[in-house]
């Protein structure tokens, strides 16, 4: 039997949790061999949760409490923990994926000695399908992320997940996602139409720093920093509350971006 090491990283949404929780441990027709959770913010209500399922599932989970290291850290570490243990899978996911209960099942069965990358069918909460590269479940076999790598931790927000799941796996080691259209997960997240002022910052910082350091900044990549460039700013000036403080991140962004400098700014949290 294939043991799978599902990483879930959480952010002070207990009641989202819950469900993924329940969808990973109670409903899934396979079983876990290890849960390990990055608690990105030491929450009440979200370690109470995680304790009573720890009661429930004796051995079973384990965590560890972060003071917010984001996506990118919460993921870099949940890998380091996959791959001190025994497990032959690694499960990932942000705390809003709801796994349908034979989502495991679908993409065990879609492994083999050429596939160790498998996505599911990703569906938002009105069933349409998403398109992308995100923290929404995928399986990765063992040998494969000792292969390649951990996720750049300094990122923090944002891009992080293209860069590990799709620059570093397809375009540096040429591993191409075997996507399991029988695997089903839903993502329940939606945006508030307004974004705190760090994701500006974040978004332009790590874009920059990506298709200057890390993709190949060719004519394509030019297009894209434009097209990203206007929307922020269209965004801003618009739809957004705030909007002087957003563009001095925004700038701020940009200038780190193209210095290189990454990792958290605590005075923005």
């Known amino acids: 039997m294939k ?9 002070k949404r207990a009641e989202v949790l819950k469900d993924c929780l329940e969808a990973l441990l109670i ?35 384990t965590y560890e409490i972060f003071d917010n290291i984001g996506p990118a850290g919460g993921f870099y570490y949940g890998l380091k ?8 899978f690694v499960w990932l996911m942000d705390d809003d994926i709801i796994p349908q209960p034979d989502c495991l099942q679908r993409l065990l069965e879609a492994t083999s000695e050429e596939e160790k990358y498998i996505s599911p069918r990703v569906i938002n ?64 997240h939606e945006r508030n139409k307004n974004r705190p002022d760090w994701y500006y910052y974040y978004t332009i910082r790590n874009t920059v720093y990506y298709r200057r350091s890390i993709f190949p900044l060719n004519f394509k990549g030019f297009g894209i920093l434009n097209k990203l460039f206007i929307g922020l700013i269209y965004r ?32 923005l949290h």
Request: proline letters at 3%; one cysteine or more; glycine letters at 8%.
């Open 236 to 267: 801003i000036l618009i739809k957004e509350t705030n909007k002087l403080t957003k563009i001095r991140l925004f700038i701020l962004g940009l200038n780190h971006g193209m210095r290189g400098k990454l990792g958290k700014i605590n005075r």
């Open 3 to 11: 043991k799978v090491f599902a990483v879930i990283v959480t952010y």
């Open 125 to 188: 909460p009105q069933g349409e399908q998403v398109f992308g590269f995100g923290w929404w479940g995928v399986l990765l076999a063992k040998e494969l992320v000792e292969k390649v790598g951990l996720p750049l931790k300094d990122f923090f927000y944002w891009g992080e997940d293209t860069e590990y799941l799709q620059n570093r796996m397809i375009r540096n080691y040429g591993v191409i996602p075997l996507k399991s259209n029988k695997a089903i997960v839903s993502h329940l």
């Open 27 to 61: 409903k899934s027709s396979y079983n876990l061999n290890h849960l390990h959770i990055i608690v990105n913010c030491n929450d009440n209500l979200t370690l109470e949760l995680i304790e009573a399922f720890q009661l429930k599932y004796p051995g079973k989970i």
């Open 81 to 88: 923990e996959f791959l001190a243990s025994d497990s032959d």
